[in-house]
T-cell receptor
């Protein structure tokens, strides 16, 4: 089944404790992206990747890092989480070029930073 | 800055009645517009997109959207609502200067009552 998976689905952590949220897709998509969803703000793009080893900032990259060492994986790293990073995070993937129009989203990771 | 706005936090409609979920956009150049739906505890699912061509775009689950350039709007519509259409709906636009970036609206909660 074609899908985007994220782990963990739920995470409660404390300020300053490094964490990684994994994202993996099995559709051989070149493009991958991370978003955070906050009430009243919708989804905001954190980082995106056009292909292996090619990443760039979205609208709200502060406090986050990403890497794209393999085509299927695009982990989101919070080196020193803070309470304002408490949010619902979504990973998405799509084909490149015109196919980038249609993004496939993972189920989401709900992160709470105390 | 490029953006989309969803002026209604919530839309209530009776089953069988037509529904409209509103979206307006602000971009430089020709817009690439999308609608996504989010069911509870799920990731977003693609509904439809406008790239160019006919102003009335048909999508999944009987939804359609009308692109209106003069009013800079892209409203989502369905002739006859179902209770199962109850969900959170997001309008989105692709950045016309950087096709890798996307901007989402704040979301509209659609409630369809039996």
């Amino acid at each position: 089944e074609a899908q985007v998976t994220q782990n963990p689905r739920y995470l409660i952590t404390v300020t300053g404790k490094k964490l990684t949220v994994t994202c993996s897709q099995n559709m051989n998509h070149e493009y991958m992206s991370w978003y955070r969803q906050d009430p009243g703000l919708g989804l905001r793009q954190i980082y995106y990747s056009m292909n292996v080893e090619v990443t760039d900032k979205g609208d709200v990259p502060e406090g986050y890092k990403v890497s794209r060492k393999e085509k299927r994986n695009f982990p989101l790293i919070l080196e020193s989480p803070s309470p304002n990073q408490t949010s619902l995070y979504f990973c998405a993937s799509s084909l490149s070029g015109r196919g980038r129009d249609t993004q496939y989203f993972g189920p989401g990771t709900r992160l709470t930073v105390l | 800055a490029q953006s989309v706005a969803q002026p209604e936090d919530q839309v209530n409609v009776a089953e069988g009645n037509p529904l409209t979920v509103k979206c307006t956009y602000s971009v430089s150049g020709n817009p690439y517009l999308f609608w996504y739906v989010q069911y509870p505890n799920r990731g977003l699912q693609f509904l439809l997109k406008y790239i160019t061509g006919d102003n009335l775009v048909k999508g999944s689950y009987g939804f359609e959207a009308e692109f209106n350039k003069s009013q800079t709007s892209f409203h989502l519509k369905k002739p006859s609502a179902l209770v199962s259409d109850s969900a959170l709906y997001f309008c989105a636009v692709r950045d016309t200067n950087n096709f890798n970036k996307f901007y989402f609206g704040s979301g509209t909660k659609l409630n369809v009552k039996p």
